[in-house]
């Protein structure tokens, strides 16, 4: 069974970092896509960003490019989340997600069809 466990959440203040881990367990397969999602209150999840196991092929959403990266560490099973220069508009609990590849990384995301998802965690970015 596939487990996803985050961490790292937590408060910071505007422009400030934090770096999410989601640590993946129960892969059958060695290519999967991992992304980060995060939903804020009264408003619908968005696909933040996401990674490809196979190939490494990212998407970003357009409110976090430049400011967030997305990177992997398949031997540990672990995809992190670099989040700089925060903004109070990043707050929200987010979730990482997992399924095996099909349609291209960036379809994936924007879609959210995922079929296996963590528990969430929180990041609050307020002074």
């Known amino acids: 069974q596939v487990q996803l466990v985050e961490s790292g959440g937590g408060l910071v203040q505007p422009g400030g970092s934090l770096r999410l881990s989601c640590a993946a367990s129960?892969?059958?397969?060695?290519?999967?896509?991992i992304g980060w999602f995060r939903q804020a209150p009264g408003k619908e999840r968005e696909g933040v960003s996401c990674i490809s196991s196979s190939d490494g092929s990212t998407y970003y959403a357009d409110s976090v490019k430049g400011r967030f990266t997305i990177s992997r560490d398949n031997a540990k099973n672990t995809v992190y989340l670099q989040m700089t220069t925060l903004e109070s508009e990043d707050t929200a609990v987010y979730y990482c997600?997992?399924?095996?590849?099909?349609?291209?990384?960036?379809?994936?995301?924007?879609?959210?069809?995922?079929?296996?998802w963590g528990q969430g965690t929180q990041v609050t970015v307020s002074s």
């Open positions: 129960g892969f059958t397969s060695d290519y999967y896509v």
């Open positions: 997600a997992a399924d095996p590849p099909g349609v291209p990384v960036q379809a994936m995301c924007v879609k959210g069809e995922f079929d296996y």
